[in-house]
Nanobody, 121 residues
Framework: QVQLVESGGGAAQAGGSLSLSCAAS????????MGWYRQAPGKQRELVAD???????NYADSVKGRFTISRDNARRTAYLQMNNLKPEDTAVYYC???????????????WGQGTQVTVSS
C-alpha cells in the first residue's frame, strides 16, 4: 500500500519556526505535484504551497516570504519550512500528492493524515 507519512509540526510562538516533512511510502515510481494544505477550525481547507518534480513552486499569498517548500525526488519526500510563524498559521496541515505511479497502478489525489501546527501569540 502507498501512504503519505507526515512528520513535524507541533507548537511554536509567534515569530518562531517549525518544519514539516511528507514521505511517500510503498513502491512509488513517480510523483507529480506535492503540496501542503491547511485547515483551521471552521474554515475551508486551503492550499499553502506546492511543488512539481522540476522544482517549480507555488505559494499562497499569506505565506510568501515566510514558508519554503522543497522536495527530494529520490527520497519521495516533500518539506515545508515555516518561519516567522503567526497565530493565523494555526491549523491542521495536510500533505497532498496529485498523482503517483505505483506498483498498484496510478493513484490520484492522495492525502496525508494531517499534523497539527499551533502558533501562540
Amino acid at each position: 500500500q502507498v501512504q503519505l507519512v507526515e512528520s513535524g509540526g507541533g507548537a511554536a510562538q509567534a515569530g518562531g519556526s517549525l518544519s514539516l516533512s511528507c514521505a511517500a511510502s510503498g513502491t512509488v515510481f513517480t510523483i507529480g505535484a506535492m503540496g501542503w494544505y491547511r485547515q483551521a477550525p471552521g474554515k475551508q481547507r486551503e492550499l499553502v504551497a506546492d511543488i512539481i518534480s522540476s522544482g517549480e513552486t507555488n505559494y499562497a499569498d499569506s505565506v510568501k516570504g515566510r514558508f519554503t517548500i522543497s522536495r527530494d525526488n529520490a527520497r519521495r519526500t516533500a518539506y515545508l519550512q515555516m518561519n516567522n510563524l503567526k497565530p493565523e498559521d494555526t491549523a491542521v496541515y495536510y500533505c497532498h500528492v496529485d498523482r503517483m505511479t505505483t506498483a498498484w497502478g496510478p493513484k490520484y489525489d492522495y492525502w496525508g493524515q494531517g499534523t497539527q501546527v499551533t502558533v501562540s501569540s
